[in-house]
């Protein structure tokens, strides 16, 4: 344990953690949260209210993973709090269509033109699972090029990474995936235009899809290169693929109508996530009209969910996009995010540590790095170690940063200026103990 006991109770954590691990893999529901890359003791959450989190043993943070990116609006907000009760005391699932879908693909395709048809689905990684199928459904071929460092969900033939060359077929990234379910799987480093052209060049017939997340949130937060996202626009019309935008990060969190509103560049399919489901399990993917016909029960490529627009989730997306639709909170989410990201940089300058920063919008990582961060390959010369006795000295005064370098940072509208100030002054403090 890294010296956090001394600072804060945390025995109640310490003891549901020991039996948490008699009960479930390493403790946890999902990887990262069991602080396996900073070490440490994870804390157990017991309720959350706008920027706050509170633990089971008494400890207040401000919280800047903000159950990895959908509280947008911040905890328990008000609006949608009171949307879910509305929906929950009409029944929680029907197992059949209702309104509140209907208004919120409605809503979705408002903000987000080139979803002229959009499917709601239960995760982020069924809707990506999903939009690969149903382009491969209509290019009629098997291969996809994924880049290195972006994550899109569990599925089988997603979780490959690139071999020493460009060309190197993908090899399976988990133990329990088949080397048959990733050979179609082709890799290149993110940024990086000539691998993609490369590939294409020689595979590009074979190749059904690219994938990308417009703004990297899984190696940490990585911009696209100026040029990158155009540079893809253009191969997969050249080789008659699709071109799929994963914004289950990045979509209502940059911009109200994602990266692609952002950037200016239409993808041909687009999947959402998180900010849609007001905090709720909820996806979604969507594009053209008759790309999105060829899903059932209309066309041949078969997809369902028993919980899809499950009505609690659907009623706290619908809630969610209602109030952002007023531009003066991402106005608001900027101001405080670059008052952020300026003051943790000038604390590192003045207490002479390396550190690379990188925001779009209300999302952001500090990279302890001297070197540019612009792909996976670059992100992974970050100094993580350092990056673990920051984060503990960061918790120990009361700041919840993910437990990951490679993870983003993300800001909710009920940050506020003094929540800003208070973060800063923790990272000068931590800066000079490290």
Known sequence: ?????????????????????????????????????????????????????????????????????????????????????????????????????????????????????????????????????????????????????????????????????????????????????????????????????????????????????????????????????????????????????????????????GAQALYRLTPDLTVLGKIIGGGLPVGAYGGRQEIMDLIAPVGPVYQAGTLSGNPLAVAAGLATLKQLRAKHLYKKLEERSAALAEGIGMEAKRAGISLVQHRVGSMMTSFFTAEPVVDWSSAKRSDTKRYAQFFHRMLEQGVYLAPSQFEAAFLSTAHSSTDIERTIKAARVAFKSL
Not at 46 to 58: S, V
Not at 133 to 158: M, N, P, Q
Not at 166 to 195: C, E, Q, W
């Open 1 to 257: 344990m890294i010296g956090c006991a001394a600072i804060m109770k945390i025995t109640r954590s310490i003891k549901l953690f020991e039996e948490a691990q008699r009960l479930i893999p390493g403790g946890v529901n999902s990887p990262v949260r069991a602080f396996r890359s900073v070490g440490g003791q994870p804390r157990f959450i017991e309720r959350a209210k706008g920027a706050r989190l509170y633990d089971l043993d008494g400890n207040v943070y401000i919280d800047y993973v903000l159950s990895w990116g959908p509280m947008i609006l911040g905890h328990a907000s008000p609006p949608v709090i009171s949307a879910i009760k509305k929906a929950a005391e009409r029944g929680t699932s029907y197992g059949a269509p209702t309104q509140l879908e209907v208004e919120l693909a409605r809503e979705i395709r408002a903000a987000v033109p080139s979803m002229e048809k959009v499917r709601l689905v239960s995760s982020g990684t069924e809707a990506v699972m999903s939009a690969i199928r149903v382009a491969r459904g209509y290019t009629k071929r098997d291969g996809i090029l994924k880049f290195e460092g972006c994550y899109h969900g569990h599925s089988d033939y997603l979780l490959a990474k690139a071999g020493s060359g460009v060309m190197t077929l993908g090899i399976p990234d988990s133990a329990g995936v088949p080397a048959d379910f990733a050979k179609h799987t082709f890799t290149a480093p993110y940024n990086d235009i000539r691998s993609a052209q490369q590939i294409m060049r020689e595979h590009g017939k074979q190749i059904a899809c690219i994938i990308v997340e417009p703004i990297a949130g899984n190696m940490g937060v990585v911009p696209p290169a100026p040029d990158f996202l155009p540079a893809l626009r253009q191969m997969t019309r050249e080789n008659d693929s699709l071109l799929i935008f994963d914004e289950v990060i990045s979509g209502f969190r940059v911009h109200y109508g």
